[in-house]
Nanobody
Framework: QVQLVESGGGLARAGGSLSVFCEAS????????VGWFRQAPEKERVFVAA????????RYADSVKGRFTISRDNAKNMVTLRMNALKPEDTALYYC???????????????WGNGTQVTVSS
């Protein structure tokens, strides 16, 4: 079993930056792919980025390419999503998830955190 806890986020202006963090616990936490998804009010949960256990394979949604960077530190069981050049449409509840495949759909992931809010004002 893997437990995931998100932190960071908050409020930023358009063009600004924020980071969100995902701390994993559990005996095999560092073996898992970690993905970030986001969900805006009344919208579906959508893929943002994912990173494999070594950090050697990374995927981004087209909407965040060039602006967001995902990284991980297995020694600290931490995955960071750095978000630059934020836009109001980035406003959402951001979830991290653990799975075995570097997938872009929620069904690829087995473990989920409770989310952290990111709000971007125009």
């Amino acid at each position: 079993q893997v437990q995931l806890v998100e932190s960071g986020g908050g409020l930023a202006r358009a063009g600004g930056s924020l980071s969100v963090f995902c701390e994993a616990s559990g005996r095999t936490a560092s073996n898992y792919v970690v993905g970030w998804f986001r969900q805006a009010p009344e919208k579906e949960r959508v893929f943002v980025a994912a990173i494999n256990w070594s950090g050697g394979m990374i995927r981004y949604a087209d909407s965040v390419k060039g602006r967001f960077t995902i990284s991980r530190d297995n020694a600290k069981n931490m995955v960071t999503l750095r978000m630059n050049a934020l836009k109001p449409e980035d406003t959402a509840l951001y979830y991290c998830a653990g799975g075995r495949y570097l997938g872009s759909i929620p069904e690829n992931y087995d473990f989920w955190g409770n989310g952290t809010q990111v709000t971007v004002s125009s």
